[in-house]
């Protein structure tokens, strides 16, 4: 398998942060995004950034913005669809797709995606983690804790995605078991931990400057 593109998922409205970007919101001498930009790009062969509204407020990124192709915010699968026909136009075959407000995801994320997709025609992992990380997060069938969010996503499948999106389709996990994905389990829940509230925020700023 090639090297993926990887996509930044930002599109979503932070109404529990009383709305604007998280991924803008400042940790340690930047921004929260900065830090997802240089845990991403080393691991990936270009990045693009899902996000809507004016794209110039991210000019300072030198990102491709990538606004859903689905109107009225239908969830992160609208992210994905956007980076897959973005990965399309380059050529590729594959993206990886990451959330904007999760600062210390792994280093070795689409490694370890990519070793759990071998064998796979269409390549589709979800990242996971060991029951009790997180458990509001989906569960698997068998028993890991899935972050639907950070995940390996094949370009093959982007017009299956795009026609249940459009029929309705909101939940990534109803999908990615359609198509019989599989999850990469992750030894530290903490690595996806995500910025929701102030208090999340106040507790990144600590683990950023530890």
């Known amino acids: 398998m090639s090297v993926p593109l990887g996509v930044i998922l930002a599109g979503g409205q932070a109404t529990r942060m009383g709305g604007g970007d998280k991924g803008l919101l400042p940790l340690g001498e930047g921004v929260i995004l900065d830090r997802v930009i240089a845990r991403l790009a080393p691991q990936v062969a270009a990045v693009a950034l899902n996000a809507n509204g004016d794209p110039a407020r991210f000019a300072g990124f030198g990102l ?18 956007a980076g897959l026909d973005w990965a399309a136009g380059e050529g590729a075959e594959t993206i990886v797709t990451v959330a904007a407000d999760t600062p ?30 997180e458990e509001t997060k989906s569960m698997s069938s068998g028993g890991q804790v899935r972050h639907p969010t950070f995940g390996l996503w094949p370009v093959a499948l982007r017009d299956d995605l795009r ?48």
């Open 64 to 81: 491709t913005v990538l606004p859903d192709p689905i109107a009225d915010y239908p969830g992160p699968l609208a992210g994905v669809l």
């Open 104 to 133: 210390f995801f792994p280093r070795d994320l689409v490694a370890r995606l990519a070793l759990a997709a071998e064998g796979m025609a269409h390549p589709l992992v979800l990242a996971a983690t060991p029951r009790g990380a």
């Open 163 to 210: 026609e249940g999106l459009k029929d309705g389709l909101r939940k990534i996990v109803l999908w990615t078991d359609r198509h019989g994905g599989r999850e990469a389990l992750f030894d530290d829940g903490d690595a996806f931990f995500n910025v929701n509230t102030p208090e999340d925020l106040a507790l990144a700023q600590r683990r950023a400057g530890a």
